[in-house]
Each structure stands twice: as C-alpha cells, then as structure tokens.
C-alpha cells in the first residue's frame, strides 16, 4: 500500500471543515481563555480522525460505484491502489484511536468537557455511518443528514470548551449548511444529468425544487441571524450591540454569491470547499470578524 494513497484515503483537505469546533469559542467569547483553546485543538482532531474514518468507509462501500464517477474514480479504493477491506480496517482503528483519545481528554484535561461533547462524537460517527449505508440515498433526508453533522461539529467545539449552547447558533448553521448541502446536490445534477441518480436519489427535474428549498434556506439562516442581533443575548454580549447587525447583509451577500455560481455552472464541487478557497468568501469572513470586533 502507497503512503500516499493512504494519505488520500484519509482526505486530509477536509479537515478544513472542523474548523467549525472553534466558532463556539469564538462566539462565547472564551478566545482569552489557553485552556479553551487547548480544549478545541484535541476536540478538532478528534473529529478529524472521525471524519476520516466516515471517507475511508464510504470509498469502501462506494468503491464500484465510484469507478462510474469522472472525479471520484481516482480516489485510492475506487482506482484498485487501496483495497476495500483496508480501508475498513484503517476506518476501525481511527474510531478506536478516537475513543481513547476522548477517554484521555476527559480523564486528564483540567476542565471537564460538557455531556455535549459526549453526545457530538458518537452522533457524528452514528451519522457518518448511516449516511454511508443507507440515509444518502433518501430523498430530503441525505442533506438533512449532511447539515446535521456540520452542525454536531459545532456541538463538540461547545462541549468541548463546557459552554452553553445557544439555541441561536444551532438554528443559524442548521439553515445554512442545509443549504449548502442543497447546493451540492445541485451542482452534481447540473455537471452529470441524470447520470447523478445513480448514486443519489433524485431525478434531473428536482434541480428547481433543489435551488428554491436551498436558496429559501439560505434567507432562513440569514433572518435567524437578524433576530439574534435584537434578542437579550448581544445586548449582554457586546457594547455596541446595533453594530452586529451588518453581519447580516455581508452573509447574505455571501449565500447569494454562492447560489449565483452555482447555477452559473461556476461552483466546483463541495461549497464549502469552496469558500475555503475563494478570496472573496474570505473577504467576507474578515468583515464579519471585523463587525464582531467593532461591537465588543
């Protein structure tokens, strides 16, 4: 077995997405805390070495299917270099090496992590799994299910730091990853056709349904945002509390953007990938981090 292609299998690029363990620390305003942001560092490859686990048993499972993918086809299992019975295995021990970070984490960290930390790591692997198997290819609730573990990585960074989760936080990602979940389906309709419906179940003509539930998510996740900007939490939060109202056009500008792409044919592949690497999606991160700044 290549080191490389074992490397691929693990698809070390998407861990860029638990990043999101630290925005509970952010949004509490615990960054001044060492100890939180230790907290976060373990919860993070935590969840790294559990998303890995998720990829390298979904090639597994999908290996024959994936061979019928113009993309996918080069992924390690798919292309014959890692076979499928190791990557079930490499999937077990990252589990098993999880499992015991987390008993190590909780045993010898100085603050004990929340009961949501508890719930986040086996819900996410749980979710993983049941998306490998079976959940991807029920309509509606594959991307339920995908948002869902966005959000379960939201969960372990507030458990992780033990801080209240704000009810505010949860409804605001569970908008936007569903419709950034929407998003990807529509762009793999829109590149493969009805080719698609192979591996996911929908058809070609459910890409209009597709864009206005996604983009309908979207403004929800965006109205979410402006309650949450009059309710009692900012006013205690922040000392300029009005302020944190101009995060809302700049995240709505943002979604637009991303739905604007997308039906251009301009988004490639995975959006949150892509907002990782867009220079403009970081502009936007700036600003809003700069909004946040502005009103503490």
């Known amino acids: 077995m290549q080191p490389l292609a074992l490397i691929r299998l693990l698809r070390p690029h998407q861990w860029t997405k638990n990043l999101l363990v630290f ?16 907290a976060a560092l373990v919860v993070f490859a935590l969840m790294c070495a559990l998303a890995s ?4 048993l979904n090639d597994a499972l999908d290996a024959e299917r994936d061979r019928g993918h113009p993309g996918k086809a080069h992924r390690p299992i798919a292309a014959g270099v890692i076979s499928p019975a190791t990557g079930v295995v490499v999937a077990l021990l990252l589990v098993i090496a999880a499992v015991l970070a987390t008993w190590l984490f909780a045993r010898w960290h100085d603050t004990p992590p929340a009961m949501s930390l508890y719930f986040a790591l086996p819900a996410y692997l749980l979710g993983t799994l049941g998306y490998s198997l079976w959940l991807k290819r029920l309509v509606i609730a594959d991307v339920c299910v995908l948002s869902l573990l966005y959000v379960l990585r939201i969960v372990a960074g507030a458990g992780a730091i033990a801080v209240p989760l704000s009810p505010w936080l949860l409804a605001f990602a569970g908008f936007v990853f569903l419709s950034l979940a929407m998003v990807k389906r529509v762009i793999e309709y ?8 192979a591996s996911r179940p929908y058809r070609h003509d459910d890409v209009p349904m597709l864009e206005m539930a996604g983009i309908s998510a979207a403004m929800c996740s965006v109205l979410v945002l402006a309650l949450y900007t009059q309710s009692l939490d900012v006013r205690r939060l922040y000392a300029q509390p009005d302020i944190v109202f101009l995060l ?13 792409h997308a039906r251009r044919g301009q988004l490639p592949g ?15 991160a700036i600003a809003m981090l ?4 502005w009103a503490m």
């Open 23 to 38: 925005v509970p620390l952010i949004t509490s305003h615990s960054w001044g805390r060492p100890q939180a942001w230790s």
């Open 53 to 56: 686990a998720g990829y390298a």
């Open 190 to 197: 829109r590149e493969r056709g009805d080719a698609a419906s």
């Open 248 to 260: 809302c056009p700049v995240m709505l500008y943002w979604l637009l953007r991303v739905w604007l």
């Open 270 to 284: 995975d959006p949150v990938l892509f907002a990782i690497r867009d220079p403009v999606s970081w502009c936007c």
């Open 290 to 293: 700069l909004v946040v700044l």
